[in-house]
């Protein structure tokens, strides 16, 4: 079991999970900044799109097996995936971004709108691809949509180890952090 200690949690929580056995694996920074007309710089060999085909999840879904460790869709659950994409997009409330290089698709990432806020979430980069600018344009992408649906203020939080740097040089601010803890038992 994976639990998630905050800045709202009480202030012995962690060291209860560490005497129970837990193991700290991951820490995320919460962020956040308001969305407006700045750009963020992405190199000219990077595009990004918004997702709305079949072949589109296809990429997504061979981004995030090997990233996120998880078994390919189905065909089914690309239907279904592609389904519900197109249904958020028709009712103005999020998207998936997809970015490539050289016609590659090697990132995405997601985002919600939700009373004025752009949520950004699950985004993903082959880890050949890391450091080329690819979750630069998936972020970019995603707030320009943020932006043209309404949204105000974008939210995110970024694991330490890897989007962190990247979203506090792109104008984010930190807000906290979690901190993620395995129980093989309890």
């Given at each position: 079991m994976t639990i998630w200690v905050g800045p709202?949690?009480?202030?012995?929580?962690?060291e209860e999970l560490r005497t129970r056995g837990a193991v700290?694996?991951?820490?995320?920074?919460?962020?956040?900044?308001p969305i407006d007309e700045s750009d963020i710089?992405?190199?000219?060999?990077?595009?990004?799109e918004i997702v709305r085909t079949l072949d589109h999840v296809r990429a997504v879904d061979a981004i995030n097996v090997p990233v996120w460790?998880?078994?390919a869709l189905d065909t089914q659950g690309l239907h279904t995936e592609l389904s519900e994409i197109a249904e958020s997009l028709?009712?103005?409330a999020g998207a998936r971004v997809l970015a490539s290089v050289g016609g590659q698709a090697v990132s995405t990432g997601g985002v919600?709108?939700?009373?004025?806020f752009a949520r950004l979430w699950g985004a993903a980069t082959l880890e050949g691809f890391r450091g080329r600018g690819t979750y630069r344009a998936v972020l970019a992408e995603r707030l320009r949509?943020?932006?043209?649906?309404?949204a105000r203020t974008a939210i995110v939080k970024g694991r330490v180890a890897t989007s962190a740097p990247i979203l506090e040089r792109c104008g984010f601010v930190r807000y906290g952090e979690e901190r993620a803890y395995r129980l093989d038992r309890l």
């Open positions: 709202a949690d009480g202030p012995n929580v962690e700290h694996e991951d820490t995320v920074t919460i962020f956040a900044r710089p992405v190199p000219a060999d990077v595009s990004a460790a998880q078994t028709e009712a103005n919600t709108i939700v009373d004025g949509y943020a932006a043209a649906h309404g």
